[in-house]
T-cell receptor, first 115, second 113 residues
Framework: EADIYQTPRYLVIGTGKKITLECSQTMGHDKMYWYQQDPGMELHLIHYSYGVNSTEKGDLSSESTVSRIRTEHFPLTLESARPSHTSQYLC??????????????FGEGSRLTVL | AQSVTQLDSQVPVFEEAPVELRCNYSSSVSVYLFWYVQYPNQGLQLLLKYLSGSTLVESINGFEAEFNKSQTSFHLRKPSVHISDTAEYFCAVSPQGAQKLVFGQGTRLTINP
């Protein structure tokens, strides 16, 4: 069982609010990722980090930002939420130092609804 | 670059019937192959993976997948499905040495009683 946690699981907020989705892992993995999942299921990589103080944008452009100040923590922030941000956000991690296979461990997801 | 194609976006089957979810990939280098499952309102869980060795890999809940290098496929099969298998299934590849997972579009498996 993977030890990666996301909070909140569900969030309903109004337009213009600032939100932060939390993601923490206790496996000591060096790499962490954020995916956005649209209603049609497809996964889009929006941010990733290969270590502390390292963050990169993914394949899909996103207005969100991320930070990686600690190995275990990779929060995602939206400064001003809009209805177009309504989606499921999935956090994942991988052990790039030991296994090197690219296998990902996922959190339960955060479902964001912006009214 | 790598790409993954899951040929069916939705697969409806009756309970206890066999099922095959198809996955094809393209890559100029050797890859690791994965199937993930996503149950309703949950994240993705690893179902099975091919890293090396036997081309037939199995999961603990009766699924199996076979790596076919010549056809660049990694189809997922189960001889008899159960209602609890209702979920979305994602095929993914990781080029060896790159440590980056590329996902297919997903297949929604619906089991009818």
């Amino acid at each position: 069982e993977a030890d990666i946690y996301q909070t909140p699981r569900y969030l309903v907020i109004g337009t213009g609010k600032k939100i932060t989705l939390e993601c923490s892992q206790t496996m000591g993995h060096d790499k962490m990722y954020w995916y956005q999942q649209d209603p049609g299921m497809e996964l889009h990589l929006i941010h990733y980090s290969y270590g502390v103080n390292s963050t990169e944008k993914g394949d899909l452009s996103s207005e969100s930002t991320v930070s990686r100040i600690r190995t275990e923590h990779f929060p995602l922030t939206l400064e001003s939420a809009r209805p177009s941000h309504t989606s499921q956000y999935l956090c994942a991690s991988s052990d790039g130092r030991r296994t090197r296979t690219g296998e990902l461990f996922f959190g339960e997801g955060s479902r964001l609804t912006v009214l | 670059a790598q790409s993954v194609t899951q040929l069916d976006s939705q697969v409806p089957v009756f309970e206890e019937a066999p099922v095959e979810l198809r996955c094809n990939y393209s890559s100029s280098v050797s890859v690791y192959l994965f199937w993930y499952v996503q149950y309703p309102n949950q994240g993705l869980q690893l179902l099975l993976k091919y890293l090396s060795g036997s081309t037939l890999v199995e999961s603990i809940n009766g699924f199996e997948a076979e790596f076919n290098k010549s056809q660049t496929s990694f189809h997922l099969r189960k001889p008899s499905v159960h209602i609890s298998d209702t979920a979305e299934y994602f095929c993914a590849v990781s080029p060896q040495g790159a440590q980056k997972l590329v996902f297919g579009q997903g297949t929604r498996l619906t089991i009818n009683p």
